[in-house]
């Protein structure tokens, strides 16, 4: 069970693949894990034959554990593997030692992230090996996910870099590293298949298995008796809570709201379906509501800022990461737009169709949730006024969105009908004062009743 890059200590096998005697590929995806995240495709990085899939769907594995092996000497799988931390099993196999042999000095992982955990782990009971002849050559030691394989170690790559290079067809052994420790980054691959463009977007990689099938809404539901029915707390709920937790305690939430007329946004809302330059795109209130926020970001810089309690400094960002979250059968998770303050209308309306229609399908890549710099949340499509929203961890503020709704207000020295909404603004007191927090609150409600300002703030 490798740790995808995340540092993640343990990952739950959503579903197999591929079964025992299954003929699989180098970079053929053979199941998909949750971590605390996201879902995550693993590939096997060998060709050959599964021999056992050691742990069913539904089961929590620590990063290092072997979760399958796979019989890599084309001939027909054997009884029992050679040793539980075996995972691609040479032919003929030698009758294997009682315990698996120590780890020999100097090895290192064909995938980052893969490897024995420092703890030990727990095995599965092994079979009774079969009396086997020893062969007259010296035995071969089996090689190992954690290990060198026999003709000499393969090149350092995480899991999705290297279904990368199988999309594009590049050598592994080819690419010169350029990331820490001599690790395969992306990049290096895209530089080994030039002259050809890089594409923007990952290509899938061709799978012989079956079509995944979506995970279940909710973790699977233990019933203790017919009044109540308890449902384990792992994967996305679980890291949530724990960051939201720790968010809670160590941030000093403040919650700044404010209620006014957001008419003339809608109505630009409907002016902007019609624009040709919007043609294809989706336009709603959330997309002007996000570019708001940019334009009072870069009218009120400090806010976009964390605080590193470690080195006891103010971190402030020159970019806008804009996280949105997102409501998923996972539980609730919050994927960013990389650098959104650089972006136009059209191509930011373009990154939250991607982000919601990616969230929506459970394809969130753990990358995509990484580096927020501020967070929206919109809690109005509940019909909810609004809320006093938590920090996500490592940001220094976050805006709730509330419910548009026609109510009577007074425009013009006149009461009329008009589109009103609540927005609230909590943020971390310990480098956002009271003045500050106000300031950017205030520049988005302006904004967003006179959204002319889009142009002549920005």
């Given at each position: ?154 090149p350092l790559a995480k899991p999705p870099v290297r279904k ?190 991607e982000l919601v229609a990616t969230a929506r399908e459970g ?96």
């Amino acid at each position: 069970m490798p740790d995808v890059g995340e540092g993640l200590t343990e990952a739950e096998i959503l579903k197999w693949y591929v079964q025992p005697g299954d003929t699989v590929e180098d970079g053929q995806i053979v199941c998909e894990v949750e971590t605390a995240k996201a879902a995550v495709e693993l590939p096997i990085p060998f060709d050959g034959t599964v021999h056992e899939l050691l742990f069913p769907e539904g089961t929590t594995v620590d990063v290092g554990q072997v979760i399958i092996s796979v019989n890599v000497g084309g001939g027909a799988a054997p009884e029992a593997p050679a040793a539980p931390a075996a995972v691609a099993t040479p032919e003929p196999v030698a009758a294997p030692a009682p315990a698996a042999e120590p780890e020999p000095e100097g090895r290192q992982p064909v995938l980052v992230g893969y490897g024995v955990a420092a703890s030990s782990t727990k095995r599965r009971a092994r079979k009774a090996a079969p009396t086997a002849v020893a062969p007259a050559a010296p035995a071969v030691v089996p090689e190992q996910l954690n290990g060198h394989a026999p003709a000499g170690p393969r090149p350092l790559a995480k899991p999705p870099v290297r279904k990368l290079a199988k999309d594009l067809g590049v050598d592994l052994a080819t690419v010169t590293p350029t990331g820490p420790d001599g690790i395969i980054t992306r990049e290096d691959v895209h530089a080994a298949a030039a002259p050809a463009p890089a594409p923007l977007v990952e290509a899938p990689a061709p799978v012989a298995a079956p079509a995944p099938v979506a995970a279940p809404a909710v973790a699977t539901a233990v019933a203790s008796d017919a009044r109540e029915t308890r449902v384990p707390i792992k994967g996305v709920r679980k890291a949530t809570a724990a960051a939201m937790v720790g968010s809670a305690f160590t941030a000093p939430h403040v919650t700044e709201f404010v209620t006014f007329d957001i008419t003339r946004t809608m109505k630009l809302v409907e002016e902007l379906k019609a624009d040709k330059d919007m043609a294809g795109l989706r336009v709603n209130p959330l997309l002007l509501i996000a570019k708001a926020v940019l334009v009072a970001v870069k009218r009120n810089p400090e806010i976009n800022a964390a605080w590193d309690e470690a080195a006891q400094e103010i971190v402030l960002k020159h970019y806008v990461n804009l996280g949105i979250a997102a409501a998923t059968p996972r539980g609730l998770i919050v994927p960013n737009i990389k650098d959104a303050h650089a972006q136009t209308l059209p191509e930011l309306s373009k990154s939250l169709s991607e982000l919601v229609a990616t969230a929506r399908e459970g394809k969130t890549t753990p990358a995509a949730m990484q580096g927020g710099t501020f967070t929206i949340t919109n809690v109005g499509v509940f019909g909810v006024d609004t809320g006093t929203p938590i920090l996500n961890p490592g940001e220094s503020a976050i805006l709730a969105v509330g419910a548009i709704k026609l109510q009577p207000w007074v425009h013009k020295g006149k009461v009329k009908p008009r589109q009103v909404t609540t927005l609230a603004l909590s943020f971390d007191h310990r480098l956002v004062d009271g003045e500050l927090g106000s300031k950017f609150l205030a520049d988005i409600a302006a904004i967003l009743e006179q959204p002319k300002r889009l142009i002549t703030w920005a």
